[in-house]
């Protein structure tokens, strides 16, 4: 009960901020999550949606719903795949870039300040603690 109430703590202490800057950026946290996965997925900042789909665990309905957002929004653009016409992988535009690109500038700002009260061989141990704790959940039975 204290590290689970203590991390739930956290995240809602956390989140208006977070969230302050996706919409600073006309972003909500769902859009910012698949922006940002697609920039850290290194030029030509493109995914199958598939990928996406497993990278951000969420439902596939979920996940359309994002993306014709953002598209919408001129954030992202589908593009037919060089080897398979049929399938549309999803590619960030150049907005979305420059845009997912301030966002996790300022988000990585906020977080840095969060974590400043630990050194940063306390924030190592944490995030593999955390990573642990996280591959557990994952590879549990879902009840």
């Known amino acids: 009960m204290a590290v689970l109430g203590r991390a739930r ?5 956390a989140r208006p901020a977070i969230e302050a ?14 922006l940002s996965t697609l920039l850290r997925a290194g030029a030509p900042y493109r995914l199958r949606p ?16 994002r993306l014709s957002r953002l598209e919408k929004a001129g954030l ?35 977080e840095a300040r969060l974590l400043d009260a630990l050194t940063e061989e306390e924030q190592s141990r944490l995030a593999q603690l955390l990573s642990k704790l996280a591959g ?3 590879a549990a039975p879902q009840n």
Request: glycine share 10%.
């Open 21 to 34: 800057v996706f919409a600073r950026h006309g972003l909500d946290t769902g859009e910012f999550d698949v």
């Open 9 to 13: 703590w956290i995240t809602l202490a």
């Open 76 to 110: 992202i653009e589908r593009v037919a795949a060089e080897k398979d016409g049929r399938s549309l992988p999803v590619q960030l535009t150049g907005e979305g870039r420059a845009r997912a690109e301030a966002a996790f500038r300022e988000d990585m700002a906020i």
């Open 136 to 138: 557990s959940l994952a």
């Open 50 to 65: 598939t990928e996406l789909y497993r990278s951000l665990m969420i439902s596939s309905g979920g996940l359309t719903d």
